[in-house]
T-cell receptor
Framework: GAVVSQHPSRVICKSGTSVKIECRSL??????MFWYRQFPKKSLMLMAT?????????EQGVEKDKFLINHASLTLSTLTVTSAHPEDSSFYIC?????????????FGSGTQLSVL | SQKIEQNSEALNIQEGKTATLTCNYT??????LQWYRQDPGRGPVFLLL?????KEKRKERLKVTFDTTLKQSLFHITASQPADSATYLC??????????FGSGTRLSIRP
C-alpha cells in the first residue's frame, strides 16, 4: 500500500517561533494532500486541502497566514505554523489519497505532536 | 447543519464477543462511507469502504453495514481480541474533494 511519511513526529518550541512539518508520499505521487488537526480524544478536524502547484484551500476558521501550506512537488507538502503560541499545541496529521488520486482510501502520516511552551 | 455522530465515546467489551460501533449522519448524501482505526499517537489506518448502493461489506473479522434510509453505518468486529483495542473513526465523503470524520469510539477489549 501507499506510504506517507510525516516529520518530525514530535516538536517542542518556544512561543513566537515557527515550526515546519513535512509530509511526503514515498512510493506514489500525490496531487492532493490534506492537513488535519486533532485534540486529545477528539476527531480529526480538516484544516486545509493542499494542491500541488496551486494555493491550498483552507477550511472556514483556519487562518491561512498562520498555517502556511506549500505543495511544491508531487511528493511533498509542508505545513508551517507561524509564530506559534501555546494554543497551537496539538497533534497535526497529513494524508494523501494514493496513486489513484481518489479519496476512497486515504493514507495518513504518523502525525506530529506540537507542544508550544 | 451537517453532522457525523459516533454514539459511544467509549466501548468496553469482553474478549471473544462481537463489538458493534455505530455511526450516524445527518444532512449528508455520501457516495461512500469509510472506517479507520487509530492507535494513540498515530495516524488513522484505512479499514473498509462501503458505497451507498451496498448494504454490507466484510473483511476477515470485520463487517460494515450501511443504511442510507436510517443514515447509519454499523461496524462489527467478531471474535474480538485485546489487539483490537483502538479508536475507530467513521468518515464520509462530503464532497468530491474532502473527507469528514466522526469523533471516534474508543474500543477496549478486556481479556
Amino acid at each position: 500500500g501507499a506510504v506517507v511519511s510525516q516529520h518530525p513526529s514530535r516538536v517542542i518550541c518556544k512561543s513566537g517561533t515557527s515550526v515546519k512539518i513535512e509530509c511526503r508520499s514515498l512510493d506514489f505521487q500525490a496531487t492532493t494532500m490534506f492537513w488535519y488537526r486533532q485534540f486529545p480524544k477528539k476527531s480529526l478536524m480538516l484544516m486545509a486541502t493542499s494542491n500541488e502547484g496551486s494555493k491550498a484551500t483552507y477550511e472556514q476558521g483556519v487562518e491561512k497566514d498562520k498555517f502556511l501550506i506549500n505543495h511544491a512537488s508531487l511528493t511533498l507538502s509542508t505545513l508551517t505554523v507561524t509564530s506559534a503560541h501555546p494554543e497551537d499545541s496539538s497533534f497535526y496529521i497529513c494524508s494523501a489519497s494514493g496513486a489513484r488520486a481518489t479519496n476512497e482510501k486515504l493514507f495518513f502520516g504518523s502525525g506530529t505532536q506540537l507542544s508550544v511552551l | 447543519s451537517q453532522k457525523i455522530e459516533q454514539n459511544s465515546e467509549a466501548l468496553n467489551i469482553q474478549e471473544g464477543k462481537t463489538a458493534t460501533l455505530t455511526c450516524n449522519y445527518t444532512n449528508y448524501s455520501p457516495a461512500y462511507l469509510q472506517w479507520y482505526r487509530q492507535d494513540p499517537g498515530r495516524g488513522p489506518v484505512f479499514l473498509l469502504l462501503i458505497r451507498e448502493n451496498e448494504k454490507e461489506k466484510r473483511k476477515e473479522r470485520l463487517k460494515v453495514t450501511f443504511d442510507t434510509t436510517l443514515k447509519q453505518s454499523l461496524f462489527h468486529i467478531t471474535a474480538s481480541q485485546p489487539a483490537d483495542s483502538a479508536t475507530y473513526l467513521c468518515a464520509l465523503a462530503s464532497s468530491a474533494s474532502k473527507i469528514i470524520f466522526g469523533s471516534g469510539t474508543r474500543l477496549s477489549i478486556r481479556p
